[in-house]
């Protein structure tokens, strides 16, 4: 469709649609990405469909000429209406979500060659250890310096000094590389009776190109992974494309590993670590097809995949997938959307589906796959509550005698623990016994947190951090300072002081930080390097342990304090996680849930293993307040470093609030993190019915109110955090 004038969406969410004029020699037509023109400056964008965009139409003499037509694929139009959906939906600007589909702007210049080095055979001169190493990994291989140090596990240095001897070898290479081919047939497994049901189910879905949702919901172990392996394999088959969509970086490797086992070749991976180069390979491999698997985080949804055969959600229960920042958006439910514009089967995978998903399932719009036991001889472990209360830890110490025992004989038959804790770091809580100060972040509404590993004191929210204190700053007075509750490296020094003979690792963002640390981690697991694990959230999921039988949780009423609707879901949800890591081998496992409330439903249900019940209970009480997914919220978080203008601000929109018989606004209110990274927080908080039309109540009403530029009113629909 050539035409002299064009609408597009340029990356400013501040502007709407702009309209071009298209010079002589250029075609565009929707979805086509453009350089344009901004005051004296230029800006990509994306050629829209003019009738879904309503704008001013600006007179033809007043256009001014599109620059340049970027060298990439145009943004497909499943892409485009998802794009608009989630603006939409999330009240977010329409460039704000644009700009998460043209994620490299690299990969937007065009075909390019890179310098890439190789062995000449040449041995040098002077071959040091370091060097022998180094053309002994690399071998006949060929890659960027930086490439070529990671396989050789040496500096960037000795390469340069390598090629300066003239043992390597400059090459011009193309940057976009051939990516390697996953082979459906390469490693494929015996699948059991109900593996077999499950998987044919989605591979039918896939050769019927129609959108399908799935819940495949199976218990830890139950072979979740290999069973949606087999839709992926007919996807790959049929030369098509998969999305899988996992709750954190630090799952990418164990999946890598187990992708690689069963297709012979590693997927291609998206998320926010990647290099610019590796970026741009990704995204171009996408969007021409190339790419037949990419594995990410949420990010990954908004890619402009040309032919996605099938979208996979693991873990979809996992609260991660909520994006906090920027655009609000939930991907599990936006990765839903996708496939409804795509035509394709979702497959949300999780032993712990959320309430949201089973309700789906209850009115018919997801079809459920179970998968009812854990694959081979592995058994469930057994769940039993330790009363904190009747029977304590020692002064001082957090183990309760019982999970001390239990420790013991682990140990004693030469088998693994886990001890999970969520919390980082040594103690939340730094005061001085003397003057009873408390040590504060001065920019949010938080106590520092001791990390006595590295002597320092951190905020978690903004990371604030000063050095481990020896005095009090208040009374001055020395060696009065007490840390306060337990954190990982406490409970850590309790288990070392315990067994002093047992090796234990601390498995927190602190020290798995990268996908190179957190496959060191499961080495020295598999190698039985490791005795007792003390971990957070990030060793609840993903990993098989065969020899990993005890489970202990340190402190399992963490999750339950603070209101959160979703508080006994989600301690319930994290403790079958990390129970899931107990007995995946022939060894049965035994978990053991610390608590002061043995009584709480969420304990019991855990101890009895009554999922159903639990989730009916909860569910029933959900419907009955009209809470989520039986009602829809919606939270406006109103910030200014400025106290005063966040108030007037908040207090001028309750002031305009929209009112109606099924919208409730609530509010303002401190938030409860009523400062963060130094700006003060209100909270507003709207309730409606799930028919209502929410969304277009709160454009109308944020229209209709100013503030000054010292404000930021974000908008969050179906909040997960109330902070
Ligand atoms: P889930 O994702 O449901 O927790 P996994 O897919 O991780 O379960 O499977 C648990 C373990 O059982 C893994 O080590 C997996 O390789 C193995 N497994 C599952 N199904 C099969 C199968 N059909 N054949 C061989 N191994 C299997
Ligand atoms: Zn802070």
């Known amino acids: 469709m050539a035409s002299s004038r064009a609408r597009v969406i340029v990356l400013n969410s501040a502007l709407g649609p702009l309209d071009y004029r298209v010079p002589a020699g250029m075609t565009v037509a929707p979805g086509s990405i453009v350089v344009a023109p901004l005051g004296p400056r230029q800006m990509l964008g994306v050629v829209w469909e003019e009738d879904r965009l309503p704008g001013e139409t600006v007179g033809d003499n007043r256009l001014r000429n599109l620059i340049a037509v970027a060298d990439a694929p145009p943004v497909p139009l499943p892409l485009r209406r998802l794009i608009e959906w989630t603006a939409d939906y999330y009240v977010a600007p329409l460039a704000?979500?644009?700009?998460?589909?043209?994620?490299?702007?690299?990969?937007?210049?065009?075909?390019?060659?890179?310098?890439?080095?190789?062995?000449?055979?040449?041995?040098?001169?002077?071959?040091?250890?370091?060097?022998?190493?180094?053309?002994?990994?690399?071998?006949?291989?060929?890659g960027t310096i930086r490439e070529l140090a990671a396989m050789a596990e040496t500096s960037d240095a000795v390469l340069r000094g390598l090629v300066k001897a003239g043992a390597l070898e400059p090459v011009e290479a193309m940057a976009d590389r051939p990516l390697p081919v996953p082979d459906p047939a390469f490693g494929p497994p015996r699948l059991s009776a109900e593996q077999q049901a499950a998987a044919d189910a989605i591979t039918a879905a896939v050769d019927a190109r129609a959108f399908a949702p799935f819940l495949l919901d199976g218990v830890t172990g139950s072979g979740k992974t290999e069973t949606y392996f087999e839709g992926v394999a007919a996807a790959i088959a049929a030369g098509r494309q998969t999305l899988v969509l996992l709750p954190e970086i630090a799952l990418t490797e164990p999946f890598l590993k187990r992708f690689e086992a069963r297709f012979g070749c590693a997927p291609v991976a998206w998320h926010s670590d990647l290099r610019a180069t590796q970026r741009r390979r990704a995204w171009r491999a996408i969007a021409s097809g190339d790419a037949l698997v990419t594995v990410g985080a949420r990010s990954a949804l908004f890619l402009p995949y040309r032919d996605l055969a099938l979208i996979v959600v693991d873990e979809a229960h996992e609260t991660s997938f909520k994006q906090e920042e920027g655009v609000h958006y939930h991907a599990r439910d936006v990765a839903v959307m996708r496939g409804r514009f795509q035509g394709c089967p979702v497959v949300l995978a999780s032993a712990t589906p959320a309430i949201e998903t089973r309700v789906q399932v209850a009115m018919g719009r997801y079809t459920e796959l179970k998968l009812p036991g854990r694959y081979g001889p592995?058994?469930?472990?057994?769940?039993?509550?330790v009363d904190l209360i009747a029977t304590p830890p020692d002064r001082g110490r957090w183990l309760a005698p019982q999970l001390v025992k239990a420790i013991d004989a682990t140990l004693e038959r030469g088998e693994q623990a886990l001890l999970f804790l969520n919390?980082?770091?040594?103690?939340?809580?730094?005061?001085?016994?003397?003057?009873?100060?408390?040590?504060?972040?001065?920019?949010?509404?938080?106590?520092?947190?001791?990390?006595?590993?590295?002597?320092?004191?951190?905020?978690?929210?903004?990371?604030?951090?000063?050095?481990s204190p020896d005095h009090c700053p208040e009374c001055e007075t020395e060696d009065s300072l007490v840390a306060c509750g337990p954190g990982v490296e406490r409970?850590?020094?309790?288990?070392?002081?315990?067994?002093?003979?047992?090796?234990?690792?601390?498995?927190?963002?602190?020290?798995?930080?990268?996908?190179?640390?957190?496959?060191?981690?499961?080495?020295?697991?598999?190698?039985?390097?490791?005795?007792?694990?003390?971990?957070?959230?990030?060793?609840?999921?993903g990993y098989h342990f065969p020899n990993l039988t005890l489970v202990g949780v340190v402190d399992a009423d963490l999750g339950l304090s603070g209101g959160d609707l979703r508080a006994a879901e989600r301690t319930f949800q994290q403790i079958m996680q990390v129970a899931g890591r107990a007995g995946r081998g022939e060894k049965p496992g035994h978990v053991l849930i610390q608590t002061t409330q043995p009584g709480a439903a969420v304990m019991q249900a855990l101890v009895n293993g009554d999922a159903d019940g639990f989730y009916t209970a909860e569910t029933d009480a959900r419907r009955e307040a009209g809470v989520p997914p039986f009602g829809r919220y919606a939270a406006i978080i109103v910030s200014s470093e400025d106290k005063g203008a966040a108030e007037a601000t908040a207090d001028a929109l309750a002031r305009s609030a929209p009112r109606g018989d099924d919208l409730h606004i609530y509010g303002p209110a401190p938030a409860p993190l009523a400062m963060l990274r130094g700006r003060h927080r209100m909270r507003l908080l709207a309730h409606a019915p799930r028919s209502a039309p929410l969304q277009d109540a709160i454009r109308d009403w944020l229209a209709s109110v100013e503030w000054s530029a010292k404000v930021r009113v974000a908008v969050d629909v179906d909040p997960y955090s109330f902070v």
């Not at 002081?497 to 990268?514: F, G, H, M, N």
């Open 96 to 142: 704000s979500v644009l700009r998460m589909a043209l994620a490299s702007t690299a990969a937007l210049a065009g075909d390019r060659t890179i310098i890439e080095y190789r062995a000449t055979g040449l041995v040098p001169d002077r071959l040091t250890p370091q060097r022998e190493q180094a053309l002994a990994r690399i071998g006949v291989r060929q």
């Open 378 to 385: 592995a058994e469930l472990p057994s769940i039993e509550a």
């Open 491 to 541: 409970i850590a020094d309790e288990a070392r002081a315990l067994w002093p003979e047992a090796r234990t690792a601390i498995v927190t963002s602190d020290t798995l930080w990268s996908p190179a640390r957190a496959a060191e981690f499961v080495a020295r697991m598999e190698a039985g390097a490791i005795d007792i694990v003390i971990g957070t959230q990030l060793v609840t999921k």
């Open 423 to 467: 919390r980082r770091g040594y103690a939340p809580l730094t005061l001085c016994r003397t003057c009873g100060h408390r040590f504060q972040c001065p920019n949010c509404t938080a106590w520092m947190v001791e990390h006595r590993l590295i002597a320092r004191l951190t905020c978690h929210h903004c990371g604030h951090t000063i050095k």
